[in-house]
């Protein structure tokens, strides 16, 4: 049983589609210890809630200062006792000290084909004003692990997303949720729950089922 932890900080519509995956029997073997949310009061944690999954705030805004507050996500996690940390849709960099404590056992979904349009400044909706803005015919989403930069650890899946003339930020965004992200987040975990995944370097193989 691969036990994860999932981070979020906002409407959870990823950590949906993971409880979604695992009640309808898609995604077996594996169990949601704890959500997490470094906001109050939001729709993820409602989620979680409506799943009978323990969910947590862990807010900056509880502790005196930016390290206090690593070390307060950091003895969550640990406390949480989960195989995998999952990020899904949360927009906080996540501190050297987890990265370090769990060594290729973090991934994130990024709604863009890294390493375009990722990085400093590039989450939520911003991510599809800059791809619109740029023109480009295809965007899509990321799933990758974590490492101590931002966006650039070894790349897991990508799915890209056609993108349509009279497409605006929010309608590209729900396309790139709905087409990609929705499915590419439990699809990844479900790898790592068969353990046909090996990080190579930067790059990462797939075995095959
Ligand atoms: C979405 O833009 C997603 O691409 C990104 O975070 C945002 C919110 O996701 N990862 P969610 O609805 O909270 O899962």
């Known amino acids: ?13 990823n950590l949906q589609a993971i409880i979604d995956r695992i009640q309808d029997g898609t995604l077996r073997d594996v169990e949601i210890a704890e959500v997490i949310s470094n906001n109050r009061g939001v729709r993820a944690l409602d989620r979680a809630a409506a799943a009978s999954v323990p969910g947590v705030c862990v807010s900056p805004s509880d502790y005196p200062d930016r390290e206090a507050f690593n070390d307060a996500l950091l003895a969550e996690l640990q406390r949480s006792g989960c195989d995998l940390v ?36 590039y989450y939520g909706l ?12 295809i965007t899509g989403a990321t799933v990758h692990f974590v490492d101590e930069d931002l966006d ?30 929705w499915e590419l987040l439990p699809a990844a975990i479900g790898l790592i729950a068969q353990g046909r995944v090996r990080i190579e370097g930067r790059r990462t193989r797939i075995l095959p089922a």
């Open 1 to 13: 049983m691969l036990r994860i932890t999932v981070c979020v900080s906002g409407g959870g519509t």
């Open 86 to 121: 999952v990020l899904a849709g949360f927009l906080v960099a996540i501190p050297p000290q987890v990265v370090r404590a769990f060594p290729g056992r973090i991934i994130n979904i990024h709604p863009a084909l890294i390493p375009s349009f990722c990085g400093k400044g």
């Open 126 to 137: 911003k991510v599809h004003e800059r791809a619109l803005e740029r023109g480009v015919k």
């Open 152 to 181: 650039s650890g070894p790349i897991l899946l990508q799915k890209a997303v056609a993108i349509r003339d009279d497409d605006t930020p929010e309608i590209l965004q729900r396309r790139v949720m709905e087409e990609a992200e």
